[in-house]
């Protein structure tokens, strides 16, 4: 622990390290400094130099029973190279990370910098809980990750999920069949796939590619993991267990089963196995498929193809099997997951980001997110504020408290009330009532409408129907909208201002404001057009293209200050990357947005961006809770952190929450800085080897 | 020698449809040669094997009767007799699969060979003329070759005349009668790897017993990509009407080590049942000298010098 402030001398010294030449002199060129003949990466150019300030302390990372040797490092030399230091938790018996804790504690000055424990599950709760551990990357299953969310709600840790091993290969009827055969090998039946496979095939080639996968399968050899002329190993007694129960469910369920190769009849080996016929709709088909089977499922086109490996949690890795370009890359660009090899399986990089979406967590490894995984923006505070342990998780936000009627009113009589800005106008609340709005002089300023969880429904619903055509568009068209907004918003300048003027605010400073606003729109347009793709030559022959793609809906919940400005600068770089949008304006005064959404009824598209006003906790809690919501941004108060972190264990979406500490929304560096543009979209890694 | 192929009716929907993905196909090269690897006895074993599928190989400008009577001797007793004896294979009737010369030579080589009843293969390389390479394919056969090898037109597959190309390769079958027809594609000559299994597929439907990579005297010669195209054209041809096509790699096997690798290719792609000689032959000439070294080594623990192994 005392090594975190060694920092970059760490850095220097690691590099001299023989292990894992490779990963880590990627990291350190990445950071910025160190070996002239590491490939330089190209990092993405929206990401400014001093985003790599600061590391983040010390990391605690937590290795699945079966890992990879290179998975390790992978994850361990990045946090090393940019001065964080690590606490590793492996599984019993596995004594490659305690060689390497020996080997890095020889690294002179600076003992401790990694530090490995090696025990059961059960110490995970307990390691994550320590009080000096800045980060939690947890790499494993689904459900522990979950427990894992649930538990370190509110802790002073963050978290970082990489889960599941399951994989997607889409074989369609233009694809080199025997080279996917192959690919099924890498994927399933080697030791380089982490687990089983989901194989779907076109159906004009599935009788051909069912006989060849059986032929192929027939050759494979199995056998201890040093021998030479083995294709794969075995996993240990736990997944020879989970391979036995799920192929017996499968077969009950009316599955095919083929098994072939040449494999030792001892209980921690399991042969290569072939499920199909099975129905989609069995408990067998919704869980992951476990190594080392290959579950096969026919489809008709490509576009069904898309929606069948679409419509499953898992968002890890998938590869599209195809000699048509156009196809191939249509299908690349269609799946929801984090790695797309088109005519490859398996192929990995330290230099390019690796990760997923959807239920497999949304932590990186490898290239640029990678890096940030460890690193915080300068100016942020180190340590995250610890929340209270007593949160009622069942009744936070359930009951809406009710409010008393205004009294008499004084002055001119104020508006109708507003109502909820969603689907592109202005609709009556489920609950048809409204709750009155202060100024800062105490006097009524106006009446919005008390949302609740199925206006959040509809809000989620309407976003959603937007998102295609919204995703769809070019940047320059969602720019050009955006610009049109901040022309409005110029347009309606003394309106605002004069609103914010009765919150309190200087007339000089609202207008300033509204001002900022109308910039912050306008420059989150241009940022969007600006940004490529960034190519990365990994060791490969052929580029891989890191995307930026939009989150799909998502929820915000704005903070208390700043209601005008915060709104737009939260809204901005959302739309900007394609994302839609349900907000929460500020409770306190929920005017400056309802008036920014008049301007959007009529310059965007219906459903692009959604504003529910209401009681804050009771909102949270419907849109932390919904399965259907992507990603979630929380700025208000301590406790509702604690439940948006909590609840998003539900469908495991990534969250950013404040934990109540105020942020300087004026400041170009928190308002509109570069966490604002990781944050808001996700990466997806599409390689394309070459070669003819 | 068993019987020939009869070859098919010409059916382009067999090639129409097919595609191969040269980087994946590379991939798959580089896991063999690295995955299947053979040690001490059974690789004393492997390499034994891998004698008894080699052509050895002489086609040199300044070939006479000499070399050629010395070349046939190696053919008969491949190993030294006291490496076979000390490993109990002595009477296992050790020899190369056939000797391969020019047809200008093969009359020396019925001489040479006349005792020892090994099958002779002719070559006739180049680009010539359609009519010439058919009188030379009669005029070995009446000298008493009992394998010819002969290279197709290039220009017909990289210009898509496929109909042309089964043509000419059912010439060749005519003009061969009994002998095996090995077709030779020349693959380091035909672009891509796509246009490799359409060759090999015209060559097995027009009736070639053996599929053949190249003359072995081409700046690109058998490579693990090329082969495994072929292989899986083969392997193809076979389910789609039972015949069993054979294949001979040739040019740049040079080392023992590579021989192994290319039997862990046949067997992995193909099969136990394609690994005799009637199915796969290795076209090679130092490669038997590699192959006794490594057997003296294994007998003896030594290593051994140029002049301790009869020369070929």
Known sequence: ?692 | MSAHNRGTELDLSWISKIQVNHPAVLRRAEQIQARRTVKKEWQAAWLLKAVTFIDLTTLSGDDTSSNIQRLCYKAKYPIREDLLKALNMHDKGITTAAVCVYPARVCDAVKALKAAGCNIPVASAGQTHLKTRLEEIRLAVEDGATEIDVVINRSLVLTGQWEALYDEIRQFRKACGEAHLKTILATGELGTLTNVYKASMIAMMAGSDFIKTSTGKETVNATFPVAIVMLRAIRDFFWKTGNKIGFKPAGGIRSAKDSLAWLSLVKEELGDEWLKPELFRIGASTLLSDIERQIYHHVTGRYAAYHDLPMS
């Open chain 1, 1 to 692: 622990m005392a090594a975190t402030r060694a920092g970059p001398r760490a850095r220097e010294i690691f590099t001299s390290l023989e292990y894992g030449p490779v990963p880590e002199s990627h990291a350190c060129a990445l950071a910025g400094r160190g070996d002239p003949e590491a490939p330089a990466a190209a990092v993405d150019p929206g990401i400014p130099g001093d985003w790599a300030g600061c590391s983040r302390g010390v990391i605690g990372l937590i290795l699945p029973p079966t890992f990879s040797f290179l998975e390790m490092m992978w994850r361990i030399c990045p946090a090393l190279a940019v001065g964080c230091t690590v606490v590793a938790l492996v599984p019993p018996a596995s004594p490659a990370p305690l060689l390497l804790a020996q080997l890095a504690g020889e690294l002179g000055p600076f003992p401790g910098i990694l530090n490995v424990l090696s025990g059961p599950a059960s110490l995970v709760p307990i390691l994550a809980s320590q009080p000096g551990i800045r980060k939690v990357a947890f790499c494993g299953a689904p459900e522990e990750g979950r427990a894992l969310r649930r538990s370190l709600a509110g802790e002073c840790a963050e978290l970082g999920l990489a889960l599941g091993t399951e994989s997607l290969l889409l074989l369609t009827d233009t694809a080199d069949v025997d080279s996917a055969v192959e690919g099924v090998v890498d994927a399933a039946w080697s030791d380089r796939g982490p687990g089983g496979l989901r194989l779907l095939i076109q159906e004009s080639v599935w009788d051909e590619a069912m006989r060849r996968l059986q032929e192929r399968m027939g050759r494979l050899r199995s056998g201890r993991g040093l021998d030479g002329a083995v294709d794969m190993g075995a996993r240990g007694a736990a997944a020879c267990d989970l391979v036995q129960r799920f192929v017996r469910e499968a077969q009950s369920q009316g599955a095919q089963v083929f098994q072939a190769g040449d494999v030792p009849s001892e209980r921690p080996f399991y042969p290569p196995t072939l499920v199909s016929n099975l129905p989609p709709a069995s408990p067998c088909a919704q869980v992951e498929v476990p190594w080392p089977v290959v579950v096969a499922s026919p489809f008709r086109t490509a576009k069904e193809a898309l929606l069948v490996a679409n419509g499953t949690p898992r968002g890890g890795s998938a590869s599209v099997w195809s000699e048509r370009l156009g196809q191939a890359l249509e299908l690349g660009y269609g799946l929801q997951v984090g790695t797309v090899w088109i005519n490859a399986h398996g192929l990995r990089d330290p230099s390019v980001p690796t990760g997923g979406c959807k239920e497999s967590g949304c932590s990186w490894h490898g290239g640029p997110d990678g890096l940030y995984e460890y690193l915080r923006p300068s100016g942020t505070p180190a340590r995250l504020s610890c929340l209270s342990k007593n949160l009622n998780y069942d009744t936070f936000g359930l009951a809406v408290p009710s409010t008393l009627p205004a009294g008499p009113e004084i002055g001119p009589s104020p508006a109708p009330p507003y109502g909820l800005f969603v689907g592109g106008r202005f609709q009556a609340p489920g609950a048809r009532s409204s709750r009155p709005i202060r100024d800062s002089s105490g006097n009524l300023h106006g009446y919005v409408a008390e949302g609740g969880a199925k206006d959040i429904r509809g809000a989620v619903e309407a976003a959603h129907q937007a998102f295609p055509g919204w995703a769809g568009q070019s940047p320059g068209a969602r720019a050009a909208l955006l610009w049109a907004l901040a022309a409005a918003l110029e347009r309606r300048k003394s309106t605002l201002a004069s609103r914010l003027e009765r919150q309190g605010a200087e007339l000089k400073a609202a207008e300033a404001e509204v001002e900022l606003s109308a910039r912050r729109l306008r420059a989150w347009g241009a940022r969007v057009q600006a940004q490529g793709h960034t190519l990365q030559v990994a060791g490969l022959r052929g580029p891989v293209l890191r995307l930026r793609e939009p989150l799909g809906v998502l929820a915000v919940v704005c903070p208390d200050e700043w209601p005008l400005l915060a709104f737009v600068s939260l809204l901005a770089p959302a739309l900007a990357y394609g994302n839609t949008v349900v907000m929460v304006p500020s409770a306190a005064c929920p005017l400056l947005a309802l008036e920014v959404c008049q301007d959007m009824a009529t310059v965007f598209p219906a459903g692009l961006a959604n504003v529910v006003t209401g009681d804050r906790d009771h909102l949270t809690r419907c849109l932390a809770l919904h399965q259907d919501v992507q990603a979630m941004w929380y700025f208000g108060s301590a406790q509702g952190s604690q439940f948006v972190e909590w609840a998003s264990a539900g469908n495991l979406k990534p969250v950013w929450a404040s934990r109540g500490c105020p942020r300087a929304w004026d400041q170009e560096a928190e308002g509109a800085g570069p966490e604002l543009g990781l944050r808001v979209a996700r990466t997806k890694a599409l390689w394309l080897p070459m070669g003819d």
